[in-house]
């Protein structure tokens, strides 16, 4: 999706990250799924309020909404920031340790904003159109061919969890900066643990719909519950809606 994040939000994420990465003195991991030159910073609702508009996003939400469902939830928030000289990342599929026969429906669908332009000389997200539909996840570290998901600062790439794709290579010198924004099916276990994550006091600020996108509500009535009651009415108090049994 083109245009989908401002100019100056881009700026503003921009410029967060980089205090962030600053500050903690996050630097690469060093193995090669993560990469040697790349910079992750993982968990960001738990580091910077600005981070809150990123997963209740009007021009993203609505399209997660209807690939799973309303009851999604914020699977995991990040930063991916590829450096010169970056090797490209093993082809995978974002669902691919999920024990799901494939092909199946979307039990995760995940989206990668650009902050930068993002090229195939920089390390542009790499896809294997098509492949969510395959019965298989690709064999890791095999050689996959891929396409180059270039697009321009402020657009936004949105993915069903199983296709196959990777982060691209970096030939220069010019680091490609991205926010990882993955959401999965309301039924399903989260990649990054949001309740113990985000101390409960943050959480507490959020708005609701981000609250309810990490876990703080009822799945269809039922999935999550506490004593019948919604996990929300621990965080803050909040009243819930009878459990499915009950109405
Ligand atoms: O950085 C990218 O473009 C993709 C990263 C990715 O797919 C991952 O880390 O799971």
Redesign the pocket.
Known sequence: MEDAIPAEFCDSLTEELLRIEKEEGIVPAAND??GSR?V?IYNLLARGAIFERVPVHESVLPIVEGVLDPGCLISSLSS?S?GPGEAA?PI?A?DQLIGLAKPHAPVVC?S?WALSD?TEAN????IVPGSHTRDHSPAYGKHHESAAAEMARGSVLIWHGSLW????ANRTDQT?V?I?MNYCAGFIRQQENQQLGIPLEIARGFSPRLRELLGYGVYRGLIGHIDKQSPARLLDGSATAKIVWDR
């Open positions: 799924f993560e790349t992750r991916i590829i990342q995978h974002d995940n990668m993002f390390g542009a997200t790499r794709h990777g982060g691209g490609r991205g990882a």
